[in-house]
């Protein structure tokens, strides 16, 4: 497999002298093309701060994030702007991406409003008007279109983080970032949002970062899984053998919590 993204050494502390908090220290992973990633920890563990790096909403204290080769930390502007297309995310609390004085229709298509150049192909035969373009993204998500005009409070909050899923998918991302896609949502509707996430994950050829301190779903969507704790990667392997001795201590204890083992 060819690589995606490479995180080498990133460190990131918020606050200084004896109020600092090492949200994150020297991670270091890397994410091949077509492949899901979980990251998996406690509440704290520094996931978001990552999340937020990757973004580049926040910058690294130190370190590099590289997508296809290109550093996304020390990108002039033209290239960032261009690199972030390629890096969407999911939220946990759909709240927080959509806008609740828009009808979903508008939510959904401002990544592609943002990035008007970007023709993904499964938009190719329906981009006419906007309106058709956000049909299409709904009926792949699993919902109708008389769900254009509604607004994010007339909706279950299983419909609400499918639109942020449609929103995440329309530029067709080279890595989606799910942070704690499924956290607010009832047990039945988290495993049809996990199912549709693998669903779009494989047809669409997405990398995805799965973010989640639920080692239940990580393991239900990853090929591999990171744990992290107190900012530092404690454990990474192959999704397959999570069950092997030699896991950390702590993902033991994940898993013990998760599956109510003695
Ligand atoms: N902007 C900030 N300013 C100061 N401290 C912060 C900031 N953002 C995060 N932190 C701290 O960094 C640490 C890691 O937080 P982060 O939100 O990344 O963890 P998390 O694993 O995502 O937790 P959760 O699952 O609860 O969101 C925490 O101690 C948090 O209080």
Aim: glycine residues 6%; charged residues 25%.
């Amino acid at each position: 497999m060819e690589s995606l993204l490479n995180v080498s050494n990133l460190v990131k502390t918020y606050g200084h002298g004896k109020d600092a908090v090492h949200a994150v220290r020297q991670m270091s992973f890397t994410i091949q093309k077509g492949e899901c990633v979980g990251l998996v920890g406690e509440s704290g563990s520094g996931k978001s701060s990552l999340a937020r790096l990757l973004l580049a909403l926040e910058r690294p204290d130190r370190g590099d994030i590289c997508l296809n080769g290109n550093s996304l930390v020390h990108a002039k502007k033209n290239l960032l702007r261009n690199m972030r297309q390629h890096i969407q995310v999911v939220f946990q609390d759909s709240n927080t991406s959509l806008n609740d004085r828009l009808p979903v229709w508008r939510s959904m298509l401002e990544p592609l409003d943002n990035f008007p150049e970007v023709k993904p192909s499964f938009l190719a035969n329906v981009r006419h008007t906007r309106r058709e373009t956000a049909v299409k993204l709904l009926d792949m998500v699993g919902l109708g279109p008389e769900h254009l005009d509604r607004y994010p409070h007339e909706l279950s909050g299983g419909q609400r983080q499918r639109v942020a899923i449609a929103r995440g998918i329309s530029l067709r991302p080279q890595l989606l970032i799910c942070d704690e896609p499924t956290s607010s949502l009832d047990v039945t509707v988290q495993d049809h949002i996990l199912q549709l996430l693998k669903q779009l994950q494989i047809d669409l050829e997405m990398s995805f970062l799965f973010i989640s301190h639920d080692i239940a779903a990580v393991y239900q969507m990853s090929n591999r899984i990171i744990v992290m704790k107190d900012g530092e990667i404690v454990d990474e392997f192959a999704s397959e053998l999570i069950g092997e001795p030699e896991r950390h201590e702590y993902t033991k204890c994940l898993l013990s919590a998760a599956y109510d083992l003695e």
